[in-house]
């Protein structure tokens, strides 16, 4: 890999496997894939959510999962498959009472978190679900995450917490933390993890990824001394960021990607190429 550091990704998702010994075959998969929420192309996107994940987190708990499409059911991949079982691809189908439809495994024991949210939440397509550390200090503390770099705007309100530090086991717990979730798109489930809520598999994910970078960011600025962000802070950024999403070079290059974030197709190609990133660290 000309030098380059690597390792190897769950899923079966290597650069090799994931395009054959032809390369130009991404081009034509490209033009397959995109613009069709086809099951396939959400079985791929799981997988790649799930690398993503694994890495980012540095943990193996943990899970994401999106509606089927024709409300046919739930299917959630696993961040990380059980130890000598890498090579099964580890996506359960599930309905919404948790029943098993197809799949390798079972529906996770907190299938409740997908069942339940999106009973309540008909704009929610895809949750992730993963055992963030840096949120899990910060709930400790009974600080929330907030808005203090241009990446965090979408917190600028704080991400609530789930008080009970549990795991989400049954119905009515599901229910509780869907409550306390709201319309927003993200809660953290208090000495447990973090939760978010996305109108797709990226949206989904970025969220988690931006919400454990952004604890980073937090527990160490408190360490120095940094007290929040005032009112005026948040909004000045804000501001800014409006801004520059709204030139039209700017929206031309967003609206590039086929309907994928550009931070999605950086790290699905790091996936691909078996690359490591900095998890948010310098």
Known sequence: MHGKEQFDFPGELSANRFLGNDRSRLVGMKKKF??????????????????????????????????????????VKSIRPPAGEERKDWLVRFDYSGRKISGVGTPPF????????????????????????????????????????????????????????????????????????????AVIIKAHGLVTAGKSIDEACMTALYLER??????LAHAIGFAGPTAEFVAEMANSKE??????DVARARRAGSGYSYEWRFYANKVRLREKWMRGWT
């Not at 952004?214 to 527990?219: D, L, P, S």
């Open 214 to 219: 952004t604890a980073k960011i937090q527990v």
């Open 110 to 185: 907190e299938a409740p978190i997908y069942t339940q949210i999106f009973k309540a939440r008909p704009d929610v397509q895809a949750i992730a679900h993963a055992h963030a550390p840096m949120c899990i200090v910060l709930s400790l503390a009974d600080r929330t995450v907030a808005a203090v770099h241009m990446q965090s705007i979408p917190f600028e309100q704080g991400v609530p917490f789930y008080a009970r530090p549990i795991h989400i086991k049954d119905d009515a717990e599901g229910a509780d933390l869907a409550r306390i979730l709201g319309q927003g798109r």
């Open 34 to 75: 995109n613009g069709a929420n086809s099951v396939k192309t959400l079985e791929r996107d799981l997988k790649i959510a799930s690398s993503i994940l694994e890495w980012e987190m540095g943990d193996i708990w943990g899970h994401i999962g999106v509606r089927l499409p024709g409300e046919k059911g739930i299917m």
């Open 243 to 248: 801004i520059l999403l709204n030139r039209p």
